[in-house]
């Protein structure tokens, strides 16, 4: 079982990492020592906008292996995204997930973590995963908020990230919403 000082320590590591496959593998990695079977790490979709193309990796499969058709306003990816920080401990069939198809699809009684990525404005993502046995204290969970970010940090650094992506909002929609907000 890792700890939150080996996963800070871990976080160190990205800074080798010459691709983003290696990036994503080795933080789905670091979630299934902790006891996660599913995962996904994805962007934010603006409104109306498909989430597909901000998937970065997604391991997440019902009983029957069948992937959930992902939206982007699924509960959970929202409560995931909405978050200050990581949280962790909730039950797949807490009703705070209403009608999440990642809830349904991972199961009841299965655990959930979930991280967001909000230190790269005006891009936002989130990691979440889940699993029977997965295991995460305070400590860990902070921990795992430092990891994720770096990880998202180093993706940027590659390049295999943008903050100005297609379809983003432009300057006076970004500064109207930055205003509102």
């Not at 800074?15 to 599913?38: L, N, P």
């Not at 969970?141 to 100005?164: N, P, Q, S, V, W």
Request: hydrophobic content about 45%.
């Amino acid at each position: 079982m890792p700890t939150a000082n080996g996963l800070v320590a871990d976080s160190e590591s990205f800074r080798d990492m010459a691709d983003g496959a290696q990036v994503i593998d080795f933080m789905e990695e670091r979630f299934r020592r902790f006891g996660a079977t599913h995962f996904l790490a994805t962007g934010q979709a603006l409104p109306g906008r498909p989430i597909e193309p901000l998937v970065l990796r997604m391991v997440w499969g019902d009983s029957r292996g069948e992937r959930p058709n992902l939206q982007a306003t699924d509960p959970l990816l929202q409560l995931a995204l909405r978050s200050k920080r990581a949280f962790f401990g909730l039950s797949a069939g807490d009703p705070a997930f209403g009608e999440s198809a990642l809830a349904v699809a991972a199961g009841p009684g299965l655990r959930i973590v979930g991280v967001p990525i909000c230190a790269f404005h005006p891009y936002q993502a989130a990691v979440i995963a889940a699993g029977i046995d997965l295991d995460f204290d305070l400590r860990s969970a902070l921990a795992i908020d430092h990891f994720c970010t770096e990880g998202f940090r180093r993706l940027f650094e590659l390049g295999e990230l943008h903050k100005d992506r297609p379809g983003d909002l432009s300057a006076r929609e970004d500064g109207w919403w930055n205003y509102r907000h």
